[in-house]
Structures are given as C-alpha cells and as structure tokens.
DNA sequence: GTCTATAGAAGGATAGAC
DNA sequence: GTCTATCCTTCTATAGAC
C-alpha cells in the first residue's frame, strides 16, 4: 500500500518532470502528464492539489539538481586549470543526459523570478570568490582574473558550457546544414572550452 | 482610413509583440493584447484572424532582426580583430534595447523547430566559412581556427554575447548578492568579450 | 473598421462512488 | 487510493449591430 503509494507518487513525479521540460509550465497541461503516468487526472490533484504546486515541486529539484554541478568545485583539491577540466566534463556530461534542462530553468526563472531566490539563497556565493582567493592565491598571479572580472569570467565559464544545449534546435540545425554532428560536437567541447578559457586568462610573458 | 488602418494594424502588432516576448506564445492572452493596444478583442481576429498567424508574424520579424546583427560582419573590409569587437558592440548594444529577445527566440524555437528552417533558410550559412577563409587567409595563420573547430569558435562567439541576457534573471540575481551592476557588467563586456577570445586564439608563438 | 455579445472548446479542479 | 462524471472558469473565435 505505502509501498504503492510511493510508487503512484514518484511515477507523477516524474511524468510531470517530463511534460513540464518539454512543454514548460504554461504548455503543460494536466491531462498530459496524466496520460503519461497511465492515471486519472483527478489522482494528479490527490498528491499534489494544484498544477502549480506540482510544478514547484518539479522545478525546485531540477534546479538543484543543476546548481549542485558548481559545488563540487570549490571542494575539490585541484589546480584552477584542473578545477575547469573537471567542470566543463561535470557539467557537460550531465546536461548530455539532461539537454532541455538549461533552457527550461532559464525560462522558468524568466517567467517567475521570485523562484530564484530560493535557489540562490542555498549557495554561499560569497565563498565562491574566497575559495578562489584562498586556494589560488599563487596561480591567480598568471591569470588575467582579478575581483573586477570576476563576474565575465564566471559568466564566460558557465555559457560556454549551458549555451549550446540551450541554444541546441538552433545549433544543431545550422550545423546539419554545414556536415558537421552536434553529438560529437558536444563531446569535442568538454576539452575545446578549458583549452580555450586556460589560453585566454594566461598573460603573455 | 488606410491611414487609421496602418496605425491600428501597427498597434496591435506592437503589443502583440510586447505581450508575446514577455509570455511567450503560450503564456500571452489575446485578451492582454487587446488591452495594451487599447482596443477590443474581435478586432485582433479582424486584422490577423488566429492568435497563431499573429504570433507567427510577430516571432518571424523579431526572428529577422536578431539574425541580420550577424550579417554585416562579411561584408564589412575590416580585420578579424575588428570584426569581432564591432559584432559584440553591434549585438550587445542592440540586446541592450530588446533584453528579453534572446531567451524568447531560443524558447520558440525549441517550442516549434519547424519555424528555424525558414529563418536558417535565408542565411547563406556555407559563405560563412568560405568569406572567413578568403577575407582572412593570411591572419587565420596566427590564429587556432581550423575548418574542423569552426563550430566551437562560432558557438562561443554567439554564446559570449547572447548567454548573459538570456541568463538574465539569474545573473542579475548573484550579481546583486555580490555588489556588482548587471548593467555595468553588459556594458564591460563589449570589450571583455572581444578580448578574451583574440587572446585564446592567438597562437602563442 | 470597430464594438458588444456570445458561442464553443479546453483545461483545472472537485464530488462522490467504489 | 483510484476512478467516472461534472462543475466552473478561462480563452479563442465568430456573429451581428453600428
């Protein structure tokens, strides 16, 4: 019965995960996510009231699920050069699993920006530049990185990695035009965008 | 009357634009269109006849717009170097009027990839390589752009300028947190971008 | 060309039986 | 806990008067 009960639960979950990614929060309809669990519509309202709390429910751990991929680096013990490699592989790999996830987060969060507090509320990001400062003290003096381009440089490193799956219909239709694969494409990229921010940051002796 | 025709026509389109960039095509109500352009619902139909024939107008002009930033750069007698900070001055000065375009496209587009062959359809996107090729035979020597790692280096291109507006909300969020001005941050960027990516190019010698 | 009124369909939510 | 039936609101679209 409970044992059951969890398994209804999570298979809405998840349905609704689904359909909410594909067709965001406004395309969605309940009927949908129902028809994709094998259930009744009215049990979608037994676990979770409201669309709306069904949807915050799946967005709140989505999400998470992709600010969790920052944290690990500042924990690590590595070089800054390998703390990019270890990202960009991170990070790349998982959307790879998980492709219509940035462009659906970045929307959501368009759509209603009071959710973006609450995710990030949850990270130190305070941290982010002490760690940086702390760790690296002596290789920072190589790298063009200084607390005022803090921000470019972060930016730089997160969009080299979430833009092409957020911009992947785009991409991938441009590039079938021109003979190029966009799988492959993707996976040349986890060594392409260290490379490239690792020559850009160092100063020409 | 034809004089009235055009303005009322205009009106409509305009707010039909407004409404649609700020809800996206499923999120907009002809209803919030009417009221914004201060007249009555029927006469949406009268002038476009489906919420769908009008969005498709509205998406196919914004659509055009944002893609004709990228055109000029292969007619333009400039230097690589040059090209490269007049597209990032060009587009980022023009995202700064039309924030919300960015994440509205690319949405659409992952919405109905139908639409992107008509606009990919209208670049020519196979002279892209041949210009680059002719135009800058003798400067891509000193530069790490091969035919292979062109879709990398145009990809990172579009991203650098692109990514932090359709991230906006989430920026503009940890930005706040952390004392710096999102605005001051675009602005910056219009030379920080261009100078990253000459710097990761060059072949260090 | 512009309005009011309304048809007609769709979607979220609930009542009630099992 | 799960289903069927249904309510009620919302929204697109049209009919018809001015």
């Known amino acids: 019965m409970t044992e059951n009960d969890k398994l209804t639960e999570e298979k809405i979950f998840e349905s609704a995960t689904e359909v909410f990614i594909e067709k965001g929060m406004d395309g969605a309809r309940m009927q949908d996510i129902a028809d994709h669990a094998g259930i009744n519509k009215a049990l979608l309202h037994y676990y979770y009231r409201t669309k709306d709390r069904l ?8 999400a998470g699920q992709m600010f969790k991929k920052f944290a690990p680096i500042f924990d690590e013990n590595l070089s800054l050069e390998e703390k990019l490699r270890f990202f960009f592989r991170e990070h790349i790999t998982f959307m790879q699993k998980n492709p219509k996830l940035p462009l659906f987060i970045l929307n959501e969060f368009h759509r209603n920006p009071g959710r973006i507090r609450k995710v990030v509320q949850k990270i130190d990001i305070n941290k982010l530049w002490t ?35 957020a911009a992947r219909p785009v991409i991938a239709s441009i590039m079938e035009k021109m003979g190029y694969d966009f799988d492959q494409y993707i996976e040349e990229r986890k060594e392409y965008a260290p490379d490239f921010i690792i020559n850009a940051l160092k100063k020409q002796v």
Do not use: C, D, W
């Open 131 to 165: 760690v940086l400062e702390a760790q690296h003290k002596e290789e920072l003096k190589n790298y063009n990185i200084t607390r005022e381009t803090i921000p470019q440089f972060m930016t730089t490193v997160a969009g080299m990695s979430v833009f092409p799956f």
């Open 55 to 62: 949807f915050n429910a799946v967005f709140e751990k989505i």
